[in-house]
């Protein structure tokens, strides 16, 4: 874990950061104050009432400033933010230009970024002792974070992997932390800023529901208490499903639940993020699975943003992630490809 990147992420640079976090206040404040508590001592001692009433005052209303200064620094501090930069690289050169492109928002937009990156190999064994240890590095830069910035006011975690890497990453986070974290997802296209705040690792309520949910389907020749959640998030409709269903076959699992969506991506807002992981964890809470399911293997078949997988790990898999298998499909080689495998 390094540190990428430390500075002011309210009020810039400059004359700028001086009023940001109430230093000009507290100074012009406490000139104008000083200046004049001396004159009413003045004016006391020499017995002279003439400007006394002004000069009390002004020694009020400098008062007011300094603690209006106090305030506004106090309150910068709440608002502060860390960044935690994650990247799980097989593809080195699409990996760093994320890596790069988060480090640069996040210097604009947190008082301290931190950074952790590891290059995955092809050996799926190699591969989980070394996501092993970005677990056990993120975990520790969410320490260090809570030690350096004991007034911010959230975690920004920027994490860039595959998807079935992320699930597993966010089961091995957990959602039970001290300080808010909150998971950023990269923006499609041009858009500006180039990260958003998707989304969290707590469990929240939300009762709109964004995503069409099927009934439970019977896979032939599978074991029912196999179950697979399969989420198509961009809009791939019947390709997606026989590709899960082609591949839950050949994996043995006997039962489906298809959640989709209509359109080839989600709003990029925090509500909508937020709203589709709320849903799919009520739907996978309240379906009403074949005997002995709950207990059994699971698998989930992912598509769409790294957010929403790092955030349904950490709220659906935290307490039995060794139950889970995630799966994504590979393009390239047209196969599901899992993790762990």
Wanted: hydrophobic residues 45%; aromatic residues 6%.
């Amino acid at each position: 874990m390094t540190v990428s990147a430390a500075g002011s992420s309210l009020g810039g640079g400059g004359l700028g950061a001086l009023f940001a976090d109430g230093s000009a206040l507290i100074s012009i404040g406490g000139l104008v104050a000083g200046g004049f508590a001396v004159e009413a001592a003045k004016s006391l001692m020499t017995d002279e009432p003439k400007g006394r009433v002004w000069f009390v005052l002004a020694l009020a209303a400098g008062t007011m400033v300094v603690v209006a200064g106090f305030w506004q620094r106090a309150w910068r501090r709440r608002r502060s933010q860390v960044g935690i930069i994650i990247t799980a690289a097989d593809n080195l050169a699409t990996a760093r230009q994320r890596e790069q492109q988060a480090e640069a928002f996040s210097s604009q937009e947190c008082v301290l970024t931190l950074k952790a990156a590891v290059d995955l190999p092809t050996d799926q064994t190699q591969r989980l002792t070394l996501m092993e240890a970005l677990v056990e590095e993120t975990l520790q830069a969410i320490i260090t974070a809570q030690r350096l910035t004991p007034d911010a006011a959230r975690i920004n975690l920027i994490p860039t992997m595959r998807l079935q890497i992320a699930f597993w990453y966010g089961a091995c986070l957990g959602h039970t932390h001290s300080r808010e974290i909150a998971v950023y997802s990269v923006r499609q296209g041009n858009g500006n800023p180039a990260y958003f705040h998707a989304t969290g690792l707590r469990a929240s309520r939300n009762r709109k529901r964004i995503l069409t949910v099927a009934p439970l389907e019977t896979v032939p020749g599978g074991d029912p208490s196999r179950v697979a959640l399969a989420l198509d998030l961009q809009g791939r409709g019947t390709s997606f499903h026989d590709q899960v269903l082609n591949d839950c076959r050949n994996r043995g699992i006997g039962t489906l639940l298809l959640l989709s969506h209509r359109n080839p991506t989600l709003p990029e807002t925090k509500k909508a993020f937020t709203a589709v992981t709320d849903q799919i964890c009520q739907v996978w809470r309240d379906s009403t699975l074949p005997a002995g399911a709950r207990t059994s293997q699971h698998a989930i078949y992912l598509s769409g943003p790294v957010a929403v997988s790092v955030a349904l790990g950490a709220r659906l898999a935290a307490a039995d992630r060794n139950r889970w298998t995630a799966l994504s499909y590979n393009t390239v080689t047209s196969t599901y490809e899992s993790f762990p495998s």
